[in-house]
């Protein structure tokens, strides 16, 4: 046919690599095509298995990470409260007792004496579980003085006797003192008043706050 045997030759090889050229490209394109029936049957597997570390190591675009109980309460919005069952309502303060301490009696001044007598009662309504009277002078008292069961100084010119529990309507306490001033004076200006009554609130002011005027004469100036 006019051919040689080299001329054979050439066209077979070169066929040859062609053909060896095209299964690569298309191993490459498709492996699993050029891979054997136990190959395929093993790749599903063995690439699993090595995507799953990928894909756990890469993150996730867009997800939100696990939020604390209180931020997602706070983002769940305000949440009513339930009505309480069987809630008691709130008692209103019982209002303070009322009652009426009146304080009469007199003062006498001679030399450096002052005798003062009280007679303190309660008008009422309510009882008083206890009272205390104060008595400022004008005129500073002596250091040295004997005071009756209840009362104590307070300051240079001033004493605090307390009268005890007084009842509504119930009859007057009695309180006497004698005292010494810290010299003689003319005259000595006697205030009295009350400074505690149990907590009980007192309308009528003018019947136990006193202030006396007594010149010493040894007269009894009464309040």
Do not use: K
Not at 43 to 48: E, S, V
Not at 128 to 136: I, P, Q
């Amino acid at each position: 046919m006019g051919l040689t045997r080299r001329g054979l030759l050439m066209p077979l090889s070169a066929a040859a690599a062609m053909a060896a050229t095209m299964t690569v490209l298309v191993a490459a394109a498709v492996p699993e095509a050029a891979a054997s029936p136990e190959t395929r049957r093993e790749a599903p597997a063995d690439r699993a298995a090595s995507v799953a570390p990928a894909a756990e190591a890469l993150p996730v675009v867009g997800a939100v990470p696990a939020a604390p109980a209180a931020l997602a309460a706070l983002a769940a919005g305000p949440v009513e409260a339930a009505p309480a069952t069987g809630a008691v309502p709130a008692v209103p303060a019982a209002p303070a007792p009322s009652a009426d301490l009146a304080h009469h009696g007199y003062v006498s001044v001679w030399g450096d004496h002052v005798a003062i007598r009280i007679r303190s009662e309660n008008l009422g309504p309510s009882d008083v579980a206890a009272s205390t009277v104060r008595l400022r002078f004008s005129e500073p008292l002596a250091v040295r003085q004997e005071l009756p069961h209840g009362c104590l100084r307070s300051g240079r010119a001033a004493v605090l006797c307390e009268t005890g529990g007084l009842r509504s309507r119930g009859g007057a306490r009695q309180t006497a003192l004698d005292l010494r001033l810290a010299g003689s004076h003319d005259e000595v200006v006697v205030r009295l008043d009350t400074v505690w009554n149990g907590g009980a609130r007192d309308a009528d002011r003018t019947n136990d706050a006193h202030e006396v005027l007594a010149p010493a004469t040894g007269d009894a100036y009464a309040f």
